[in-house]
């Protein structure tokens, strides 16, 4: 037992938890009986705020053990993490504001209450909706995934479902104030969170290369470790076949990042169009962090970082590399604050993402299905029992079965998320597509895709299914035909389904369109797409 | 159909400088160790050096198109006398 860090992360985590239950009153509106209000913090974050709340949001505790665990297992190839957050923020600057205006004039809530406004169609809004359940619901569990490394690096690693407890009772503190507080709750969290990563970051990437004889040397260890293994696909370059890998890999994540229901979430959170904007182009100061904690993998290799063994599963976790890192170069009271930024850093994007599922499910489901009549007061009481159970759901996951199956669903979800780009991104702009056609091409996308996916095995060959997302284009067959035979280049599997979905979809679209089969009814106008904060056309913010 | 009634697109030039990002997914360009900076392969400073620059073709469609009227349908202001020119 590490009883310094654990002292130091308690008591972070104490005053976050403070934190959390406080902010129930933050900036409080008339009510917290409103999804505007306790789903989107009432809608009225400036800059600083959403700069906080979004960069807590879609940078999590995973993606900071989980990329440079990547970098230090594969090397080059887990470097697509920043260009996927540098192309990101140009390619959804203009989509963005547009979806902020038409969601503020008509209260949009979630993705899939705008495609009920813009096609008129539940079934389809009901497809975004679940779709956006299910990919958020892995996500979730794997920020228990982050957390859990750093517990187990402080020593807390015991057998068995006891050794889960120190994450299960971590787990209940953020289900209560996120139950109370609501969005307001990771939002003033975020500003702990973030403050502490930045310092944590900043420091190891100035102090650990300057121990190891600087980044020449770092690199130089990392390639002759890479060199010795007998898989071909690491290095600290690419090779010639995981190159269109990596660039369709991070096209494909920057696409599907704003898909999922929790990044929009901050979104619509904000205030107005220039909060987003500005925003845009103050968020990639956290892709600049993402970047230079990637290579800490490298400096894990040359450190002699062992991964521990996960005394529940019996396997060591590759994602304990950047605790141990820390435990093992930095003074124990510097290890216990990196500690508590990570797993901080969990409870962040967990609350925003329980929220974002819990809305989607009590308006495109609950409202939508169950009960047609419900007042904002009944919609915000089942949000809030939503968040506790998708929550709850995401401990089941870690604790009853193995996480590696979250993480081949969060893999899966990444996939399956991009299936809406047609019917959420592309109807931001256009109402060409058919609703049959948006339907049909969701359909084909996710099918093909999932298949795609059972049929890749891991890397080691351990697992044959579900054992990564780059397809050798070899593999790829058309009812039999396989066009790119001999091939050994790899794509991203999301690339290679979405593009089967804009190509059903166009096809279905301009049948239907022969036919003058009825394309739904559209509630939204074309000045919605631009409406600011300051028109009177705005929709006020909880009203009964 | 109601979906054509008028465009819902505002369109600006600078809008293309978004796509210049995208730029950095061409791997061929970057994918060597040498030149090295600072002890890093050139494969890792070059995508650094796109962070900034990211940001500054964010930026500066952010500023360039700041100004543009955001909501329109304000009541037209004209006179037919000043819409018909060939009038005169």
């Not at chain 1, 502490?196 to 970051?201: A, G, P, Q, R, W």
């Not at chain 1, 190891?212 to 690199?219: D, N, V």
């Not at chain 1, 989607?360 to 919609?379: G, S």
Request: with cysteine.
């Amino acid at each position: 037992m590490q009883w310094t860090e654990l002292v130091v992360f308690s008591a972070l985590f104490l005053l976050v938890t403070v934190l959390g239950f406080v902010a129930a009153r933050w900036k409080a509106g008339d009510t917290l009986d409103h999804l505007d209000e306790w789903g989107l913090g009432g809608r009225k974050f400036g800059s600083w705020i959403t700069w906080f709340l979004v960069g807590g949001d879609l940078y999590t505790a995973y993606t900071f053990v989980a990329v440079p665990a990547l970098v230090f297992g594969a090397g080059a190839m887990g470097f697509f993490a920043l260009p996927y957050t540098v192309i990101l923020y140009p390619i959804v600057f203009l989509p963005l504001v547009r979806m902020w205006s038409v969601s503020r004039v008509h209260g949009y809530v979630t993705p899939a209450d705008f495609v009920r406004g813009r096609y008129g169609s539940h079934w389809l809004a009901l497809l975004v909706a679940i779709t956006g359940i299910v990919a958020t619901m892995p996500y979730i569990a794997l920020q228990l995934v982050g957390l859990e490394a750093v517990l187990r690096s402080m020593g807390l690693n015991g057998a068995g479902i006891l050794g889960h407890a120190p994450l299960f009772i971590a787990f209940v503190i953020l289900a209560l104030y996120t139950y109370q507080s609501g969005l307001r709750a990771p939002a003033l969290i975020a500003f702990v969170k973030d403050t502490l990563i930045y310092l944590v970051i900043l420091v190891a990437v100035i102090y650990l290369p300057a121990k190891f004889g600087g980044w020449g040397a770092i690199f130089d260890s990392a390639q002759a470790k890479f060199d010795a293994t007998p898989a071909k696909g690491d290095g600290i370059l690419l090779n010639g076949n995981n190159q269109l890998q990596y660039a369709t890999l991070a096209l494909g994540s920057a696409l599907a990042l704003f898909l999922y229901p929790h990044s929009l979430t901050g979104i619509l959170a904000s205030r107005g169009r220039n909060v987003i904007k500005r925003n845009m182009v103050a968020l990639p100061a956290y892709s600049l962090l993402l970047g230079l904690l990637a290579m800490l993998g490298f400096v894990a290799i040359i450190a002699g970082v062992k991964p521990i063994t996960n005394e529940a599963t019996g396997r060591p976790d590759t994602n304990t590399i950047v605790p141990e890192l820390f435990g093992q170069e930095f003074p124990s009271w510097f290890a216990g604050v990196a500690f508590a930024a990570i797993g901080i850093g969990a409870l962040v994007p967990a609350a925003i993402m329980s929220i974002a599922a819990a809305n989607l499910w009590t308006r495109n489901i609950y409202k939508e299905y169950l009960k047609k009549d419900a007042t904002p007061a009944q919609e915000a009481k089942q949000a809030k029992l939503a968040s506790l159970v998708v929550k709850f759901g995401a401990v089941a996951f870690i604790v009853f079965i193995d996480p590696q199956f979250s993480i081949d669903l969060q893999l899966i979800g990444g996939v399956m998320i991009l299936q809406t780009l047609p019917a959420v991104a592309i109807a931001l702009y256009t109402r060409w597509f058919h609703v049959y056609g948006l339907i049909a091409g969701w359909v084909v996308g996710m099918g093909w895709g999932m298949w795609l996916l059972y049929g890749i095995p891991s890397a080691d060959g351990k697992r044959p299914h579900f054992g990564g997302s780059a397809l050798a284009l070899d593999k790829l067959s058309l009812f039999g035909w396989h066009p790119f035979a001999g091939s050994t280049l790899q794509i991203y599997v999301g690339a290679v389904a979405v593009v089967a979905n804009l190509l059903v979809a166009v096809l279905v679209t301009v049948v239907a369109r022969r036919l003058r089969v009825f394309n739904g009814t559209d509630e939204t106008q074309a000045d919605d797409y631009h409406v600011d904060e300051d028109s009177p056309r705005v929709k006020p913010v909880a009203v009964h | 159909m109601p979906s054509a009634r008028q465009s819902s697109l505002r369109w600006s030039w600078w809008n293309l400088l978004l796509l210049v990002p995208l730029l950095m997914l061409i791997t061929p360009w970057f994918n060597s160790d040498e030149p090295r900076l600072l002890g890093l392969p050139f494969f890792y400073w070059y995508q650094f050096v796109w962070v900034p620059l990211g940001v500054l073709c964010v930026g500066i469609v952010y500023v360039k198109t700041k100004d543009q009227p955001t909501v329109t349908g304000k009541p037209d202001l004209l006179g037919v006398d000043d819409l018909d020119e060939g009038a005169k």
